[in-house]
């Protein structure tokens, strides 16, 4: 089996005969020894594990029984998610004193319900509190499109694992963006889900207001599949939601009929580098769009978020600052303390603001289905690089990497990534929805994927 077949591909061979779960299974182990090394996506790689799932499931189609919508696709998860039988890093050097997960991640059970095959573990941003990708105490994972380039974070070794075709799929987290901004800068599918859509539990936690975990993958398929399978209610997270799965794969092909789409106007178009706004100007012609919305105060939302982030981050991790702080990232740990220090009125002022802005961004769907905004000011940056030039100002690079992300999360509305194939660097744009309606920035995403418009593409080796 072809290292890039994508996971619905897969699947369906596995079903049929046509392959076995074990011959991908050692494809992909075989591809991850060959360009780890190179992308450094991996931080562990669960190799025995992994062959003992594949041989059940050829067992299990030998016996007759049914396979799952996902047999036999390799896939992996941000070092973040608890895996049995390994430390849960969480990209921090003070974690790999930690015990090993005596369980899985509910994510991670229902993938394998499903017939998927974790292959491993995947390098991140330390504790979640990065865009770049770049771990101090693992080295950076390495854009696949250009090695000496960042993949964005902090789900770094989850967007170079999917776009170098280690895996046909893999799960991050998204806190102000760390699923899309790799998915841009890597030319990869994502998908942020509604907040308390996909269960938390049994993972390790940034901002647990903001926290949402999601797929990257190679298709929009691909991403559906995924999603559906890791649908429904966990007691074991209070915020995941009771509600019943509601499957999107079968959706995919009704396109944008009916559809009322518009383009984000003012903060999403301040900033952008020029390949930002063609991205988004091109998916915006494909699809026929024309009218412009915009967000309200959606640069002071970006601030609110700053704030929340910065005081929960911190309060999660005040005893290791206390105790530990040497062994933090010094960037991380200086925004973490930065974080501890903010007033208390600051803090509800923001969480004030917030109910504001989710309920004006809420009535917007009131006019449309779906929003576009660009996922990143530009493409991937080099590896090292500290600032940016935004509308002629030099700026930090770290944060502003979620300039057009940080808005969205904040509300906690689904975010589809998809990738625009500019030359010589991938790029996202954002189709953004109402709550609870992946279905429709997924059949957007499916309609610009069979068009043509949208794609992952295969980076030089």
Not at 124 to 135: L, P, S
Request: proline share 7%.
């Amino acid at each position: 089996m072809d290292a890039w077949a994508s996971a619905a591909e897969i699947a369906e061979k596995v079903a049929s005969g046509a392959t076995k779960a074990a011959a991908v299974t050692e494809t992909a182990l075989a591809r991850i020894a060959e360009r780890n090394g190179v992308l450094n996506a991996f931080t562990a790689v669960a190799a025995e594990r992994a062959r003992a799932k594949a041989a059940a499931i050829d067992a299990a189609r030998a016996r007759g029984v049914p396979l799952g919508a996902l047999a036999g696709v390799p896939f992996a998860v941000k070092n973040l998610f608890d895996v049995a039988g390994l430390p849960t890093l969480a990209g921090s050097k003070i974690n790999r004193a930690r015990a090993p997960a005596g369980a899985d991640a509910t994510l991670i059970a229902r993938l394998e319900a499903a017939g998927a095959v974790l292959v491993g573990a995947l390098n991140m941003g330390e504790y979640a509190y990065d865009f770049t990708g770049e771990n101090v105490h693992d080295g950076p994972s390495r854009n696949p499109h250009d090695t000496g380039r960042m993949t964005g974070g902090s789900s770094g070794g989850t967007g170079a694992a999917v776009a170098g075709g280690l895996v046909a799929i893999a799960l991050g987290s998204d806190t102000n963006g760390s699923i899309r901004v790799p998915s841009s800068l890597c030319g990869v599918f994502g998908l942020k889900p509604t907040y308390g859509r996909l269960s938390r539990a049994r993972t390790f936690p940034f901002v647990a207001s903001l926290d949402h975990l999601g797929p990257l993958a190679r298709t929009t398929m691909d991403l559906a599949l995924a999603y559906d399978a890791m649908q429904g209610h966990d007691p074991e997270d209070p915020v995941c939601v009771d509600r019943p799965a509601e499957p999107v794969a079968p959706l995919l092909a009704r396109g944008t009929d009916g559809l009322r789409i518009a383009v984000a106007s003012g903060h999403f178009k301040r900033g952008a580098f020029p390949e930002a706004a063609a991205a988004v100007e091109r998916v915006a012609t494909a699809l026929g769009v024309t009218r412009e919305i915009e967000l309200p105060q959606a640069a002071r939302a970006r601030a609110a978020a700053y704030v929340i982030t910065a005081t929960e981050g911190a309060a999660l991790h005040l005893e290791r600052l206390r105790k530990q702080a040497g062994d933090f990232d010094p960037a991380v740990r200086d925004r973490l303390i930065a974080g501890a220090m903010v007033p208390a009125p600051l803090v509800m002022q923001a969480q004030k603001f917030r109910r504001w802005y989710r309920s004006e961004v809420l009535k917007l769907f009131a006019e449309v289905d779906a929003i576009l905004a660009p996922a990143t000011p530009c493409t991937a940056p080099r590896l090292g690089q500290q600032t940016l030039v935004l509308d002629g100002v030099e700026m930090p690079l770290r944060p502003n990497l979620g300039l057009y992300t940080q808005p969205i999360s904040f509300t906690g509305l689904p975010v589809v990534a998809v990738p625009v194939p500019l030359e010589p660097l991938p790029i996202g744009v954002q189709i953004i929805a109402a709550p609870w309606r992946e279905d429709v920035g997924l059949r957007i995403a499916h309609r610009l994927e069979t068009g043509q418009i949208v794609a992952a593409r295969r980076p030089p080796e």
